[in-house]
C-alpha cells in the first residue's frame, strides 16, 4: 500500500528521523491557517500516491499565509498522472545545502535487501542513474544481519556525502532502514534527504510503501486509507476480498489467480478484445466470492460481456457454478457470462450451469474459445 | 525418477489438523503418497484420520522418519515454521503452500536457509510439487495429471494447472510438476528446477510458466543458454497487464527494461526456449519437439 509523503513522514517522524514541521490541508483557507501557524517561508505540496509532483506543478514555494492560500488553490484538485489531488501538506521551508538520494527496497533478483544512495539526489534521479550509473552507489543487505554501521558509513563515504555530515548521514540511513524493516515497508524512498544549511540531516520527501501482508503486525496502519481517494469500484472489491484493477477495455474478466487472469487478459487481447478490469477471486473462493464478483462488475457501465475463467484446484468448479447461478436469480445482470471450467469438480460444475439453463450463461470448453465468445459478445473484434 | 517427491517420500504435514492441512492431507494419501505425520502444537497424542499428530517437528521426525513437510501453517506463523522444519535432522525438503507472508519475514527465512541448513524450500504461496503416479505434496489437482516425461516449472498456480491439462488432454505425461510461488522472494528459483530436471533421467523436456515481474525468467534464461541440453516450451503471462502504480524510482533504477513480458519472451527465445502465445498452445508445442 503506498502512502502519502505527510503519512510517510509521521513514520519516519517515530523512528527519529527529522522532518520539517508542517500541517495537512484540504481547502486553501485550511492551507492559509496551516501557513499562519508554522510561520515564515512554506512549501505547499500536493498529496498524491504518485511521483513526479514537483514537474506537474504540485509543490509550490509560498513567503506568507496569502500566498500559501493562493497556491493550496492551484494544487488542489489537479490531475497529477490521473490522480486526482485532495490534500495539500505546508510544511515550513528548508535552507537546502545539498540534496541526496536514498531507498531501501528488496532487489528480487537475488532476494535481499538493496540500499542505494547518492550525491545526486533531487527530480532527475533516474536520468543520474542512467546516465551515471557510478553515481548511484549500490548494496546488498543481508536480511539476517541488517544494515550493519560499517555498511552504512561506507554507503555515506562511497556516495561522496558531505564528509562534515559524515555521522549524522550514516545514523539517518540506520533509521531509515529500521522503518523499513520494523515497520515491514516494500519500499522506504527520500530524495530528496537533505543537509540543511545548519548542518542538520532532513527528510523532505517520503515515498512508502506498506506491506499489506504484514498488517496483522501494525494494526494502526489501515488507517492511512482514510486520507487516500480510492477508487469505488477498487474500494467495494478489496472490501470483497477480491483482486481488482480497473482497465479501460468492455470484457470484464473473473478468474483464479493472478497469473490465470493475466493470462486471461493477455488471450482476451491478442483475439481482439479489451478486458474492463482484472479481477482475481484468489484461491478457495466459494460461491459467494463469485456472486460478489460479478456484483463489483455490475458497477462498471463500460462491461458489455464477462468472461469467467476458472482452473480449479483448492477452489472447486461446482461453488463457482452455484455462485453464477445465485448471482443470475437474485439480480438483474446486464450482460452475457461466458463461462469456462476446468479442474477440481468442474464435471459438476458444468451441470448445476446447465441445469440453471439461463441464456445468460454461455458455458466455454477451452480458454481461447472463451475469450471468443466474449470478444465477440462484447461487440469488439 | 522424477525430482524434489516420488515413492521414497515420507511426509509430514504442519497444521494437519487445520480445514486445509487435513484436506490436502488426506488428498495427498489417497494419492499414494506416503503421510507419516502431522503437527499441531497442543495436539500431540491425536490422530487424524489414522495420521498420528505430534507437537513439535523434532518429534514427528524422531518417531515417524519423516523426510518431507507440507506446511499449512497460517502466515503470521508460516515462517517461524518453517525454521523449525529446517532445524531437524533428517528433513530433505519443505514445502510451504501459506499465502501472504510478509516479505521481510520470507526474506530472512530464505536467507537464512541458504546460509545454514540449505534445506530446499519450495514456497511459499505455491501450489506444491507433484510426481504423477508417484506422490503429490500440495494441492495441485491430481486429476489432470499423468506420468510421464515431462517437467513442468511455474510461478504460478492455476496457471500450472493450465499448462498440465493442455499436456495431459494431448496424451503427453509429466515427470515432476513444480510451483514455485509468485512471492518476491521465492525459497527456489527456476534455476534451482531447471537443474534438477536437466539432470533427471526420466525428463526429457521442460514447461516452464513465467509472469511479469522480478527476473526469475531471465536469469532462466541464462542457465538454459549455458546448461540446458534438453528442450524448453515456455509461456509469459501478463503482456496486456497495467504498470504497477509505482511510486519511487528504487524499481526503475534497479530493473531497468526488464520484467516486462516482452524482455522475458525474448531472453528466452534468445536461450533457444520455443515461446508460445497462447497457453492452449503449450501440448502442441511440447508434441511438436
Not at chain 1, 509532483?53 to 493562493?70: F, L, S
Not at chain 1, 498522472?81 to 528548508?94: D, I, M
Not at chain 2, 500450472?160 to 499436456?167: F, G, K, M, R
Request: with cysteine; aromatic share 4%.
Amino acid at each position: 500500500m503506498n502512502l502519502l509523503e505527510f503519512q510517510g513522514k509521521q513514520l519516519f517522524a517515530r523512528v527519529g528521523v527529522p522532518v520539517p514541521e508542517g500541517r495537512v490541508a484540504a481547502t486553501p483557507a485550511e492551507a492559509r491557517r496551516a501557513a499562519e501557524e508554522l510561520g515564515g517561508k512554506v512549501v505547499v505540496k500536493a498529496q498524491v500516491r504518485i511521483g513526479g509532483r514537483g514537474k506537474a506543478g504540485g509543490i509550490k514555494v509560498a513567503d506568507e499565509p496569502q500566498a500559501a492560500e493562493e497556491a493550496a488553490a492551484a494544487i488542489v484538485g489537479m490531475d497529477i498522472k490521473g490522480h486526482r489531488v485532495n490534500l495539500v501538506w505546508v510544511e515550513r521551508a528548508t535552507e537546502i545545502a545539498a540534496e541526496w538520494y536514498v531507498s531501501f527496497t528488496l532487489d528480487r533478483g537475488v532476494g535481499r535487501h538493496l540500499a542505494m544512495v547518492s550525491a545526486r539526489g533531487g527530480m532527475d534521479i533516474e536520468a543520474v542513474a542512467a546516465s551515471d550509473p557510478a553515481a548511484v552507489v549500490r548494496r546488498h543487505i543481508d536480511p539476517v544481519v541488517g544494515l550493519a554501521e560499517w555498511q552504512a558509513t561506507d554507503l555515506v563515504y562511497r556516495a561522496g556525502l558531505e564528509r562534515a555530515a559524515a555521522r549524522p548521514a550514516a545514523a539517518t540511513l540506520r533509521r531509515l532502514y529500521r522503518a523499513f524493516v520494523d515497520l515491514d515497508c516494500d519500499l522506504v524512498e527520500v530524495n530528496p534527504l537533505v543537509l540543511t544549511a545548519a548542518g542538520e540531516v532532513v527528510a523532505l520527501d517520503a515515498k512508502v510503501t506498506l506491506d499489506s501482508n504484514a498488517f496483522f503486525r501494525h494494526p494502526d496502519f489501515e488507517a492511512f486509507r482514510e486520507a487516500f481517494a480510492e477508487d469505488p469500484l477498487e474500494r467495494l472489491a478489496r472490501e470483497k476480498g477480491l483482486g481488482f484493477i480497473k482497465l479501460d477495455g468492455s470484457v470484464g474478466i473473473i478468474g483464479n489467480g493472478a497469473g490465470l487472469v493475466m493470462s486471461t487478459l493477455d488471450v482476451v487481447s491478442l483475439v481482439g478484445g479489451a478486458a474492463a478490469n482484472f479481477l482475481d477471486v484468489g484461491g478457495g473462493a466459494g460461491a459467494e466470492t463469485i456472486s460478489d464478483a460479478l456484483e463489483v462488475l455490475t458497477r462498471d457501465p463500460a462491461v458489455r460481456a464477462v468472461l469467467v475463467n476458472i482452473f480449479g484446484g483448492i477452489t472447486r468448479c461446482d461453488l463457482v457454478a452455484q455462485g453464477i447461478v445465485d448471482a443470475i436469480g437474485s439480480r438483474d445482470l446486464p450482460w452475457p457470462i461466458v463461462v469456462r471450467l476446468d479442474g477440481t469438480n468442474a464435471p459438476e460444475g458444468r451441470a448445476i450451469l446447465a441445469e440453471a439453463a439461463s441464456e445468460r450463461v454461455i458455458p466455454a470448453a477451452t480458454m481461447l474459445e472463451a475469450a471468443q465468445r466474449a470478444v465477440d459478445l462484447a461487440g469488439g473484434r | 525418477m522424477a525430482v524434489y517427491v516420488d515413492g521414497t517420500t515420507r511426509l509430514l504435514v504442519q497444521n494437519l489438523t487445520g480445514r486445509e492441512g487435513s484436506f490436502h492431507a488426506m488428498r495427498n494419501r489417497a494419492y499414494g503418497t506416503n503421510v507419516v505425520a502431522g503437527v499441531s502444537p497442543g495436539r500431540g497424542g491425536q490422530e487424524v484420520q489414522g495420521v498420528p499428530v505430534f507437537d513439535t517437528v523434532s518429534a514427528a521426525v524422531e518417531a515417524t522418519g519423516a523426510n518431507t513437510t507440507l506446511c499449512f501453517v497460517p502466515a503470521p506463523f508460516a515462517s517461524d515454521a518453517i525454521l523449525e522444519a529446517a532445524a531437524s535432522p533428517g528433513m530433505r525438503l519443505i514445502v510451504c503452500i501459506t499465502e501472504g507472508i510478509p516479505a521481510h519475514d520470507e526474506a530472512r527465512v530464505v536467507n537464512y536457509l541458504r546460509q545454514t541448513t540449505g534445506v530446499p524450500l519450495i514456497g511459499p504461496n505455491c501450489p506444491g510439487v507433484i510426481s504423477p503416479g508417484k506422490a503429490n505434496v500440495g494441492i495441485m489437482p491430481h486429476e489432470i495429471c499423468l506420468p510421464g516425461r515431462v517437467g513442468v516449472v511455474s510461478r504460478s498456480g492455476t496457471l500450472t494447472y493450465q499448462a498440465v491439462h493442455e499436456l495431459t488432454t494431448r496424451g503427453i505425461g509429466q515427470s515432476t510438476c513444480v510451483g514455485i510461488g509468485g512471492d518476491p522472494v521465492p525459497g527456489t528459483s527456476f534455476v534451482d528446477v531447471l537443474s534438477r530436471f536437466e539432470a533427471d533421467p526420466e525428463t526429457e523436456a521442460v514447461v516452464l510458466i513465467g509472469e511479469i515481474g522480478g527476473e526469475a525468467e531471465e536469469q532462466a534464461a541464462a542457465f538454459i543458454k549455458a546448461h540446458m541440453t534438453k528442450p524448453v516450451v515456455a509461456y509469459i503471462a501478463g503482456f496486456t497487464a497495467p504498470p504497477g502504480k509505482k511510486m519511487g524510482h528504487a524499481g526503475a533504477i534497479i530493473s531497468g527494461s526488464s520484467g516486462t513480458a516482452a524482455a522475458k519472451k525474448e531472453a528466452l527465445e534468445a536461450a533457444g526456449a520455443v515461446v508460445v502465445t497462447y497457453p492452449t498452445e503449450i501440448g502442441e508445442a511440447v508434441a511438436a519437439l
